[in-house]
């Protein structure tokens, strides 16, 4: 029994020691105007939160929020990250903000990153999600709303046996003075969570055409 709880605190220490190790490079926002006469702005945390209040270039606020493990937990087989923004022009312009992480546990074989995007625009935007191997791109191209959005995209990633990094990206086009405001998370999750999923939206399909 002594044994047994030994092996059990050995275990859970080892756990403990490599998820630290694994996340020892920070996570860094980069936030540009695309103006060459605008220093961007970089920060970095290894708290799992990054934030941003401020104004650069044409854009009179910026409020961007990053969040990562370990605020988002991490796992062995699913991994996240979240960016919250709200962005005011005084004019036209664009606004290009990254946040990055690295140090995620490797991807096992049959996972997906998947994107998921919502908010409201005066103008236009896109956003990129990346992790390992695998891309969404939401929307395919351009995007222009007035009224709020919701868009959700999936990609392949393929296993990756050696830690990963994870990146969100987002581009907001005003041309004129407009407000553009958005939650952007990306997440990488369990392969079965995926199957799930799926076995779900295929039974509800089948449901409904057998109603019909």
């Known amino acids: 029994m002594k044994k047994t709880l030994m092996l059990v605190v050995f275990s859970m220490l080892v756990v403990l020691a490599v998820g630290q190790s694994a996340f020892a490079t920070p ?20 708290t799992g939160f990054i934030n941003y209040t401020g104004s650069i270039g044409v854009w009179s606020f910026v409020v961007s929020t990053g969040l990562s493990y370990p605020v988002i937990p991490s796992t062995p087989t699913s991994a996240g990250m979240d960016l919250n923004v709200v962005a005011v022009s005084s004019k036209a312009g664009q606004l290009n903000i990254t946040l990055s992480d690295s140090g995620f546990t490797p991807i096992p074989a049959g996972a997906s990153v998947v994107g998921k995007v919502g908010g409201t ?15 969404v791109i939401l929307p395919p191209s351009g995007f222009t709303s007035s009224s709020p959005f919701s868009l959700t995209g999936f990609a392949a990633t393929g296993p990756m046996p ?12 005003h041309s004129t ?34 109603v019909r």
């Open 27 to 46: 996570m860094i926002m980069t936030i540009s105007d695309n103006d060459i006469t605008t220093t961007d702005i970089t920060l970095s945390s290894s």
């Open 121 to 135: 625009t005066n103008g236009s935007v896109g956003f990129t999600v990346s992790a390992g191997a695998g891309t």
């Open 162 to 173: 050696a830690p990963y990094s994870m990146a969100l990206t987002a581009q907001i086009n």
């Open 177 to 210: 003075a407009a407000v553009s405001s958005f939650d952007l998370e990306g997440t990488v999750p369990e392969p079965t969570s995926l199957i799930l999923l799926g076995t779900g939206l295929v039974g509800l399909a089948l449901r409904r055409r057998a």
